[in-house]
């Protein structure tokens, strides 16, 4: 529950900021009974949000570097959303182990974003590793849209593009071979997304809204400052711990 509330407070917030987004080919995200990983470059700190609603309802796990759990109120926050730690200077094996046994053994797909780090191109092959081991589909998607928060405030157009599912069953073993094959796959379909994305223009519609999405950002606000006083007690008290046996 928490994690459909805070996935729309959020998604509310960027549109009171930034105006309405633009979903295409939502058809092709797999049944929400199933699961998936679903796969996009990392270009901004927002663009998870938007991939997560998107897809909704369903829910993801995702992987998060170790020192974002370090603040106490940001820590259970993305515990309760499904995140889990990763210590990215010396990666244990759980970092695969544990995305498996979700993806097999419970209702929670995995977000996951190969290039590591925003702004950067390289493909590693834990994605191919997880989506294999578990039996999965692979979905790429794709973010256009502002990577600055004055890019979010001057209101540029966000298109969220969904892809055709990889399948990799071909793939044998995931030896360096089968994981070149894998992120030459992956690359191609971020690459054939982009350029499937038309630049889009602002809708006379988008500026006569400004005054309720600047009402609804002030009550977005107030929301969301209740949510950091309530997640702040809550985390004396509970720690969530979404793992499966």
């Known amino acids: 529950m928490f994690y459909a509330y ?35 470059p990392h270009k ?10 998107a ?19 940001l820590g259970w926050w993305i515990r309760m959303c499904g995140a889990f730690p990763v210590d990215r200077e010396n990666p244990s094996q759980e970092v695969l182990k544990y995305p498996v046994r979700m993806l097999r053994k419970s209702a929670f797909s995995l977000m996951l974003f190969p290039s590591g780090s925003r702004h950067s191109s390289e493909l590693k092959g834990g994605v191919a590793v997880i989506a294999k ?12 849209g502002p ?35 894998v992120a030459e796959r992956i690359q191609a379909s971020f690459q054939q997304l982009e350029a499937e994305i038309q630049p ?19 009550l977005v606000i107030g929301l969301i400052l209740l ?3 309530f997640s702040w007690i809550a985390s004396f008290v509970y720690q969530p711990n979404l793992d499966v046996d």
């Open 6 to 40: 805070l996935r729309s407070l959020v998604a509310l917030l960027l549109w009171a900021v930034n105006g309405p987004t633009r979903y295409e080919n939502l058809d092709k995200l797999p049944d929400p009974e199933s699961n998936y990983v679903l796969v996009a």
């Open 44 to 53: 901004t700190l927002w663009d998870p949000v938007y991939l997560a609603f």
């Open 227 to 229: 949510t950091v006083l």
């Open 133 to 144: 081991t578990a039996k999965v589909p692979i979905v790429p998607a794709f973010y256009q």
């Open 147 to 181: 990577t600055s928060i004055g890019g979010l405030l001057k209101g540029e157009s966000v298109t969220i593009r969904i892809g055709d599912s990889l399948d990799i069953s071909d793939i044998k073993r995931m030896n360096a071979d089968g994981v070149n094959r």
């Open 200 to 218: 889009q223009k602002r809708s006379l519609l988008t500026w006569l809204l400004l005054p309720i999405r600047l009402v609804v950002l002030l």
């Open 55 to 73: 897809a909704r309802p369903k829910r993801f796990i995702i992987m998060a570097k170790q020192e974002l759990f370090a603040n106490r109120v």
